[in-house]
T-cell receptor
Framework: DGGITQSPKYLFRKEGQNVTLSCEQN?????MYWYRQDPGQGLRLIYY???????QKGDIAEGYSVSREKKESFPLTVTSAQKNPTAFYLC????????????FGDGTRLSIL | GENVEQHPSTLSVQEGDSAVIKCTYS??????FPWYKQELGKRPQLIID?????GEKKDQRIAVTLNKTAKHFSLHITETQPEDSAVYFC??????????FGTGTSLTVIP
């Protein structure tokens, strides 16, 4: 099912390299989120955005950066400052940042070469 | 510390039996509690949710109960089937515009 598209599905990073994960949604949602999922742990919030050109740090923002130039797009850059980037990354969106259901993408699995 | 705690971390049941997963939360101002099902390598999918003005909600074989006084909520799956096998996550919308997720329960339904 569509709605939120994440790419690529798998990504490999070399030491010292920045990589960017793509997230696009066609649900006309104002709010978008990035989560990191590690084995045995719940989803942890990296960044979220309530509207275009605005974003807020989550609990684990260090070593990551985002932009929100268009309503449909919320790319996540994993910088070289993130020393343990191997994880499953999930993008989500909701109508607004509030008590509303979140819809998730299929995720990107990032590994270190 | 943990804002949402989830138990058990793994659960095995015989097909046809019931499964119960429990979560507790810390912020009494929380007002929205969704449950997600995630199959291996796939996206989490919302299966049921409940708001703080409701004590129980049912959708076919799935139900969620909320005890605001004790600050816990539970997922109940009846007449379990093999296709119910997955990881289930609870979440709570807390003040500060964030959802906090539990650590997940891996449910296995044994045929």
């Amino acid at each position: 099912d569509g709605g939120i598209t994440q790419s690529p599905k798998y990504l490999f990073r070399k030491e010292g390299q920045n990589v960017t994960l793509s997230c696009e949604q066609n649900l006309n949602h104002d709010a978008m989120y990035w989560y990191r999922q590690d084995p045995g742990q719940g989803l942890r919030l990296i960044y979220y955005s309530q509207i275009v050109n605005d974003f807020q740090k989550g609990d684990i923002a260090e070593g990551y950066s985002v932009s929100r130039e268009k309503k449909e797009s919320f790319p996540l850059t994993v910088t070289s400052a993130q020393k343990n980037p191997t994880a499953f990354y999930l993008c989500a969106s909701s109508i607004v940042v509030s008590n509303q259901p979140q819809h998730f993408g299929d995720g990107t699995r990032l590994s270190i070469l | 510390g943990e804002n949402v705690e989830q138990h058990p971390s793994t659960l095995s049941v015989q097909e046809g039996d019931s499964a119960v997963i429990k979560c507790t939360y810390s912020d009494s101002a929380s007002n929205y509690f969704p449950w997600y099902k995630q199959e291996l390598g796939k996206r989490p999918q919302l299966i049921i949710d409940i708001r703080s003005n409701v004590g129980e909600k049912k959708d076919q074989r799935i139900a969620v109960t909320l005890n605001k006084t004790a600050k816990h909520f539970s997922l109940h799956i009846t007449e379990t089937q093999p296709e119910d096998s997955a990881v289930y996550f609870c979440a709570a919308f807390l003040t500060g515009n964030q959802f906090y997720f539990g650590t997940g329960t891996s449910l296995t339904v044994i045929p």
